[in-house]
């Protein structure tokens, strides 16, 4: 591993933000692809590592993970320019497209695009919630007690960061199935 | 520019990245809460939208979202206190954990904490999904194009990119009928 300028970085940093689609899930396999691959910068062990960790923190997943590599690399300034890297493209590439809808917003067909894609986003975040169950949702207890938090949620209109704490709560406090399993697993 | 607002509008996405576990689509049910339900800036349409244009365009969404918020409450600046506020929370977190890593590990299990609450998050992502949709599938045809994509994407898992393209195009198609 031969140690990169920042500056150097940081420019892979802005260069991937700006051609990679579709939010986190796009970006990273890029980042693995130029920090990893390419300029041998990480090792794979170590990129993943940062992934692990940047996952199970909030936040967007690219940010956490620029924070993760930036800390690993070059300490907390690092961390703060390769964050800056990620987040300036798509600040202006926003700003100009925000600029172009208040020209162009009104037009029959593009009305008529958006139609379309509000359906797609719309699945994509039901696909991402079913993802995310299968991944992380092991045992009845969880399941039962996020279905009731959604349905209070719903029909009392809870605020949401309020729901999600008491849920988190209630999770932590019920007893897991997954335990005992893995206990089981343990003893053999 | 009124710094009222650029005030609100950084305090509300300080507090979306806060407890945005679960990355860019916990921040969305959170955004989704605070900006539509919450403050009003826009309605639902408006932010389905707005997630339609920050997934074909490049960056994190929830970095997106945040700057296109702001610019359309207030201006350039507005974009600038909304990302600032998003980003902000996860040096906050990092800082934290890794100080929280070095003193709680040997008495607690920090690791079950964190598991938990990438659990709870699915309640913020169900709702922000089930308001969606009330929101945007308004008739019978809309359903069973939610349904095809729903399948293509279950079982073909193609970039989502592309996905929210093809079905913009669909909807050109359909027009009037969604």
Known sequence: MEKPSLIKVFLIFMKISAIG?????????????????????????????????????PGPIAVNT???V????????????LTFGVVVPPFFAILIIANLIDRFGNLEVFRNFLKGARIAIVVIIIDFAVRLSRR????????????????????????????????????????????????????? | MNLKILFSLFAS???IGFFAFGGGYGALSMIQDEVVNVHKWMNAQQFLDLL???????????????TYIGCRISGVWGAFFATV??????????????????????????????????????????????????SSVKNIIALIFGAVAFLILRFKRIPLF?????????????????
């Open chain 2, 52 to 66: 339609s244009i920050s997934q074909m365009t490049p960056g994190p969404i929830a970095i997106n979202a945040a």
């Open chain 2, 13 to 15: 996405f300080f507090k």
């Open chain 2, 85 to 134: 506020g998003v980003v902000l929370p996860s040096f906050v977190w990092v800082l934290l954990f890794l100080k929280l890593l070095n003193l709680a590990s040997k008495k607690m299990d920090t690791s079950r904490i964190f598991d938990t609450l990438k659990i709870a998050i699915l309640v913020p992502i169900s709702l922000a999904g089930v308001n969606l949709s009330l």
């Open chain 1, 136 to 188: 992380n949702l092991r045992d009845i207890s969880s399941a039962v007690i996020i279905f009731i938090g959604v349905l209070l949620t719903f029909f009392l209109k809870i605020p949401v960061i309020l729901a999600f704490l008491i849920t988190a709560f209630f999770i932590y406090i019920v007893p897991h199935k997954k335990d005992i399993k893995s206990i089981r697993i343990d003893e053999k």
């Open chain 1, 70 to 81: 930036g800390l690993k690399l070059f300490g907390i300034l690092g961390a703060v320019i």
């Open chain 1, 21 to 57: 689609f579709g939010g986190g899930y796009g970006i990273l396999p890029l980042m693995r692809e130029e920090l990893v691959e390419k300029r041998k910068i990480m090792s794979t062990s170590d990129f993943y590592h940062a992934i692990a960790q940047a996952q199970s923190l």
């Open chain 2, 162 to 178: 592309w996905l929210v393209i093809i079905s913009g195009f669909a909807g050109i198609i359909l027009g009037k009928y969604l």
């Open chain 1, 66 to 68: 620029s924070i993760f």
